[in-house]
Protein backbone atom coordinates (compact mmCIF):
# COMPACT_ATOMS: atom_id res chain seq x y z
CA UNK A 1 0.00 0.00 0.00
CA UNK A 2 1.21 3.28 -1.02
CA UNK A 3 1.95 5.96 2.01
CA UNK A 4 -0.15 9.52 0.87
CA UNK A 5 1.07 11.31 3.66
CA UNK A 6 3.50 14.22 2.14
CA UNK A 7 6.84 14.54 3.31
CA UNK A 8 7.09 17.39 5.81
CA UNK A 9 9.14 19.50 6.17
CA UNK A 10 11.47 20.85 9.67
CA UNK A 11 9.48 24.13 8.93
CA UNK A 12 5.91 22.16 8.27
CA UNK A 13 6.82 19.87 11.42
CA UNK A 14 7.50 22.95 13.41
CA UNK A 15 4.17 24.93 13.03
CA UNK A 16 2.47 21.30 13.72
CA UNK A 17 3.83 20.99 17.18
CA UNK A 18 3.70 24.90 18.17
CA UNK A 19 0.18 24.86 17.32
CA UNK A 20 -0.75 21.70 18.57
CA UNK A 21 -2.84 20.51 15.54
CA UNK A 22 -2.33 18.81 11.69
CA UNK A 23 -1.18 21.19 9.08
CA UNK A 24 -3.90 19.61 7.14
CA UNK A 25 -6.63 20.66 9.61
CA UNK A 26 -4.68 23.60 10.76
CA UNK A 27 -4.27 25.43 7.52
CA UNK A 28 -8.13 25.47 6.05
CA UNK A 29 -9.22 26.71 9.08
CA UNK A 30 -6.92 29.60 9.29
CA UNK A 31 -7.57 30.34 5.64
CA UNK A 32 -11.63 30.47 5.89
CA UNK A 33 -11.68 32.03 9.47
CA UNK A 34 -8.51 35.19 8.22
CA UNK A 35 -7.99 34.92 4.50
CA UNK A 36 -4.52 33.72 2.85
CA UNK A 37 -2.49 37.03 4.29
CA UNK A 38 -3.35 36.52 7.93
CA UNK A 39 -3.32 32.79 8.40
CA UNK A 40 0.50 32.78 6.94
CA UNK A 41 1.24 35.84 9.57
CA UNK A 42 -0.18 33.58 11.67
CA UNK A 43 1.70 30.70 11.24
CA UNK A 44 5.08 32.36 10.83
CA UNK A 45 5.66 31.93 6.53
CA UNK A 46 5.37 34.06 3.63
CA UNK A 47 2.00 33.82 1.65
CA UNK A 48 4.23 31.95 -1.19
CA UNK A 49 4.93 29.25 1.04
CA UNK A 50 1.67 28.94 2.44
CA UNK A 51 0.10 28.13 -1.59
CA UNK A 52 3.02 25.86 -1.35
CA UNK A 53 1.66 23.85 1.78
CA UNK A 54 -1.58 23.68 0.51
CA UNK A 55 -0.22 22.20 -2.70
CA UNK A 56 1.80 19.77 -1.00
CA UNK A 57 -0.81 18.58 1.44
CA UNK A 58 -3.50 18.93 -1.19
CA UNK A 59 -5.47 21.36 -0.01
CA UNK A 60 -7.75 23.14 -2.40
CA UNK A 61 -9.15 26.87 -2.28
CA UNK A 62 -11.41 27.92 -4.04
CA UNK A 63 -12.89 31.71 -4.45
CA UNK A 64 -16.61 32.11 -4.64
CA UNK A 65 -18.59 35.49 -5.77
CA UNK A 66 -21.90 36.07 -4.99
CA UNK A 67 -24.58 38.27 -5.66
CA UNK A 68 -26.17 40.25 -2.87
CA UNK A 69 -28.38 37.18 -1.26
CA UNK A 70 -26.70 34.63 -2.87
CA UNK A 71 -26.02 31.70 -0.71
CA UNK A 72 -23.30 28.64 -1.42
CA UNK A 73 -23.35 25.67 1.02
CA UNK A 74 -20.16 23.62 1.30
CA UNK A 75 -20.59 19.79 2.12
Known amino acids: MLNKTPNKSPAMLRVEKNHGE ?8 LINGFGI ?3 AEELGISKSSLNYWCMKLGIVRQVVALVPGERVEVR
Open 22 to 29: RLEILIPR
Open 37 to 39: TKA
